[in-house]
Nanobody, 114 residues
């Protein structure tokens, strides 16, 4: 069984920064893709950033402000968020893909407000 746990959410003022962390544990036999999604109130879940072996992807709305990074030795992925704006307020979810299995975390709330 594989578990995924996010941390690092919270309340931040507009223009501020936060770093989200995600750690996977359990019976993991290599992680090929690690993703961050977010879901704002009343909106659909959207892909924010993705890292695979040798490539990364960012949604247009966060490109240049967010940075995804991974620590393969510890089965971890991070999302450094800068220049946060109220429209970034959402629950952020981590998803990892190991083999054909996709596992979600429980989410961490990020609130951007003055």
């Amino acid at each position: 069984q594989v578990q995924v746990t996010e941390s690092g959410g919270g309340l931040v003022q507009p223009g501020g920064s936060l770093r989200l962390s995600c750690a996977a544990s359990g019976s993991i036999f290599g992680i090929n893709t690690m993703r961050w999604y977010r879901q704002a109130p009343g909106k659909e879940r959207e892909l924010v950033a993705q890292t695979t072996i040798g490539s990364t992807y960012y949604a247009d709305s966060v490109n240049g402000r967010f940075t995804i990074s991974r620590d393969n030795a510890n089965n971890a992925v991070y999302l450094q968020m800068t220049s946060l704006q109220p429209e970034d307020t959402a629950v952020y979810y981590c998803q990892i893909k190991t083999g054909s299995l996709e596992v979600w975390g429980q989410g961490t709330l990020v609130t951007v407000s003055s």
